[in-house]
């Protein structure tokens, strides 16, 4: 079993439609999370950070991590194309950069 | 300018060639990576220093040797690569001694090996 499940896609939506991307973990012992978004030849930027369980939300976008189910959940409102990009889950136990697990990406495309 | 910047971006070699990326990070952070980058692949990371010193070599073949000459720029050296090491290799920079710290990449840079 891998450490971190990511469904690779692709997965494509209409302009405008609420985006619902998922990792799923084997380690109860992460606790902290973090979402990258990766555009097309270009490196993972970060995109929300989390720690432990619970939502956080910034702009258009909200993380939310159930650690009871070792789920970890990625949402867009309101997709736009400029949001077309693969989207890559990862955590760690300590919340350094040493130790990071990162899932396979999730190639999304938003079409107009 | 970015915080990581890597260079080339685009890079082909023979496999009898030697070349070498080269990462520099703007972030005054303390450590940094290598990690490799695959289709279909999770990211695999390849080396960590820090401050300067190796932490890590993840069973990374000879033919991948890296070097930190201070905490702001990282070397990877490449020599008699091998066609399956094409990949995206990505250098990433972090702060260590601050809790619930992250890190941050750079570009990338693309490698052929023909």
């Known amino acids: 079993q891998k450490e971190v499940e990511q469904d690779p896609g692709p997965l494509s939506v209409p302009e405008g439609a609420i985006v619902s991307l998922n990792c799923t973990y084997s380690n109860s012992a992460f606790q902290y999370f973090m979402w990258y978004r990766q555009y097309s030849r270009k490196g993972p930027e970060l995109l929300m950070y989390t720690y432990s369980s619970g939502n956080k939300e910034d702009g258009r976008f909200t993380a939310q991590v159930d650690k009871s189910s070792k789920y970890i959940s990625l949402f867009i409102r309101d997709s736009q194309p400029s949001d077309s990009a693969t989207y890559l889950c990862a955590m760690s136990l300590t919340g350094g950069g040493n130790k990071l697990t990162f899932g396979t990406g999730t190639q999304l495309k938003v079409e107009l | 300018e970015t915080g990581v910047t890597q260079t080339p971006r685009h890079l082909v070699m023979g496999m009898t060639n030697k070349k070498s990326l080269k990462c520099e990070q703007h972030l005054g952070h303390n450590a940094m990576y290598w990690y490799k980058q695959s289709a279909k692949k999770p990211l695999e990371l390849m080396f960590v220093?820090?401050?300067?010193?190796?932490?890590e070599n993840n069973s990374v073949p000879s033919r991948f040797s890296p070097e930190c000459p201070n905490s702001s720029h990282l070397f990877l050296h490449l020599h008699t690569l091998q066609p399956e090491d094409s990949a995206l290799y990505l250098c990433?920079?972090?702060?260590?001694?601050?809790?619930?710290?992250?890190?941050?990449f750079g570009e990338g840079s693309w490698l052929t090996v023909v």
């Open positions: 990433a920079s972090s702060q260590e001694d601050r809790a619930g710290n992250t890190i941050y």
């Open positions: 220093y820090n401050f300067k010193e190796q932490t």
